[in-house]
C-alpha cells in the first residue's frame, strides 16, 4: 500500500506541476523579429525553423499610438508565413479580445498581443513571415513585432485539480501506512537492568 500511494503523490504532483514546469522550461522562444515600422513599412522576417519547433505559437506584439476601434469584420493587420514557395500561414488580426498594454502615457502608446496561429508541424527550412495592413482606418501602428515560440504538448487543463486530489490522498495514505507499518510496542515489557563490569551483571 505505501508503494500505491506513494505513486499516487508523485503522479498527482506531476499533474498540478505540469502548467508551471511547461512555462518555465518546456516552452521557449525561438526569436522575435520587427517585421512593421511606421517609417520603413513591411520588413520581412526570415527565420529558419526544424521540425524540433513544433508545435510552434506565431504571436504578434502591434504598438499604436491613439486608440483601436475597427468596424466590425475589419482587419487591423494581415501576417503570412511562406516557405519553399508555399503559404502555410494566413491570418487576418483584429485584436478584439486582446487585453492593451500601455507603454507611454504621454504619446499614448499601446501594445497589442494576439495569436496568428499555431504550426503543429514544421518542416525544415527557411521560413518568411510578412506583416500587411488590414482593411481598417484611422488605427496608427507604429510597429510590429514577430514572437515565434515553441510549445509543449498540449495539456487538459481539467488534469491539474485531479493532480491536486492525487496528492493529498498519495500524501495521507503514504503516511497512515508508514505509521500502521510500524511495530507496536509492549506496555509491559521492561528495559534491560543496568549491566555492571565489563559487560557481566553483579553478583
Do not use: C
Not at 516552452?27 to 513599412?41: K, L, P, T
Not at 508545435?55 to 501576417?79: K, S
Not at 510578412?130 to 488534469?159: H, I, K
Not at 549491566?195 to 553478583?203: D, H, K, L, Q, Y
Amino acid at each position: 500500500m505505501r508503494m500505491l500511494f506513494f505513486v499516487m503523490l508523485v503522479a498527482g504532483l506531476g499533474f498540478a506541476s505540469y502548467p508551471w514546469v511547461s512555462a518555465n522550461f518546456l516552452e521557449r522562444n525561438v526569436g522575435i523579429w520587427r517585421i512593421y515600422d511606421a517609417v520603413s513599412g513591411p520588413l520581412p522576417a526570415h527565420a529558419r525553423l526544424t521540425e524540433s519547433d513544433a508545435p510552434l505559437r506565431v504571436v504578434i506584439e502591434m504598438t499604436i499610438t491613439g486608440v483601436l476601434d475597427p468596424a466590425d469584420d475589419q482587419a487591423v493587420l494581415t501576417l503570412t508565413a511562406t516557405t519553399g514557395g508555399r503559404t502555410v500561414l494566413a491570418e487576418a488580426l483584429d485584436f478584439e479580445d486582446a487585453e492593451p498594454r500601455e507603454t507611454n502615457p504621454q504619446t499614448q502608446e499601446k501594445v497589442f498581443r494576439d495569436t496568428a496561429g499555431v504550426l503543429d508541424t514544421l518542416e525544415p527550412g527557411a521560413y518568411v513571415f510578412t506583416a500587411g495592413p488590414g482593411d481598417a482606418e484611422g488605427v496608427s501602428v507604429r510597429f510590429v513585432d514577430l514572437v515565434l515560440r515553441t510549445e509543449a504538448a498540449p495539456f487538459d487543463e481539467r488534469l491539474q485539480p485531479l493532480g491536486f486530489s492525487l496528492m493529498a490522498i498519495g500524501f495521507f495514505g503514504f503516511v497512515l501506512a508508514l505509521r500502521r507499518g510500524r511495530p507496536e510496542r509492549n506496555p509491559n515489557s521492561q528495559p534491560p537492568g543496568p549491566r555492571w563490569g565489563r559487560g557481566g551483571a553483579p553478583r
